[in-house]
């Protein structure tokens, strides 16, 4: 534990999906519809994050459990962008999620299926891992859903693990996995505003209620909090200062993984060494650069290079 740590990436995803696009000239609910093309990502958050952090030309490593019935199309894709893979192979598939995108209003619906079954030895063997992985890297991502047979508490348990190894840990997620999570403290954490709202029990309609939410939680012991805010961009905290991003205009072409992509730019930006206001603008020129690709695609470095000097930050008052 006292050796001298890389500022490796590591991103963990406990229920892996592939995306399945669908692109429809118009899309009528009830109606035979006829789809013009397709494309298929593999995704789930975690791979998200790390496919984001790749295409940026950091070096990044994936954890967590993958379905081995279709496993091959994950492990080309890692392979074929020298992405390391750590995922422990677990039965049954991984769930395909399908994404239907109106070609006439740029308007996505999403259908998620609940994917895999993880037994009691999966998570066994994924904690060794991650053991192995946190004696060498300095930060961590833990993000999505949790698969059937997954306790809620079990991004409490990893954090943990993490903080002993004294990695960074950022958390994104949602519902009893959220709740149990922050129980552990990480040191980021990225809900969107109706996950804070659920987290918190009330109503998020005023930027006051947001920010004294995200106040609450960095109380408990949480050192940064960042909102997404969708396209008005994100609220970014911690115990010094409080910042609203605002978001560069760009042409929307898929709003799927942009939370994503913020999460991967707040790391991203976290393994250069910058500081939260540059970390901010990172993020937000990166999620914006990735809602202009279709499907999960990621923006490439130029794309954010350009985006950069339009990310507008307001330094709000405590």
Known sequence: MNKQKTAGIVTLTLNPALDQTLY???????????????????????????KVINSLGQEVTVTGLLGRKNAIVFEDYFQNHQISNSLINVAGANRVNLKIVNESNDEVTEINFPGIRCAASDLLKL?????????????????????????????????????????????????????????????????????????????????RDVLNAMDELLASGISEVVVSLGEKG??????????????????????????????????FAEAKGLLLEERARWAIAIAAASVAQPGTQAGTFKDVEQLLPNVVIEKLRR
């Open 234 to 267: 994100a609220l970014a905290a911690d115990r010094k200062q409080r910042l609203l991003v605002h978001s560069p205009e760009v042409r929307v072409r898929s709003t799927v993984g942009a939370g994503d992509a913020l999460v991967a730019g707040l790391v």
């Open 24 to 50: 429809l000239p118009q899309f009528k609910v009830g109606e035979v519809n006829r789809v013009s093309k397709e494309r298929f990502d593999p995704a789930g958050k975690g791979i998200n994050v790390a």
């Open 127 to 207: 904690k060794r891992v991650l053991q192995e992985l946190a004696a060498e890297s300095r930060i961590f991502v833990l993000s999505g859903s949790l698969p059937e047979g997954v306790p809620a508490d079990i991004y409490r348990e990893l954090i943990k693990i993490l903080k002993d190894y004294h990695c960074k840990v950022f958390l994104d997620t949602s519902g009893e996995a959220l709740v149990e999570g922050i129980k552990a403290q990480p040191d980021v954490l990225k809900p969107n505003v109706e996950e804070l709202s659920q987290l918190m029990g009330r109503s998020m309609d005023q930027e």
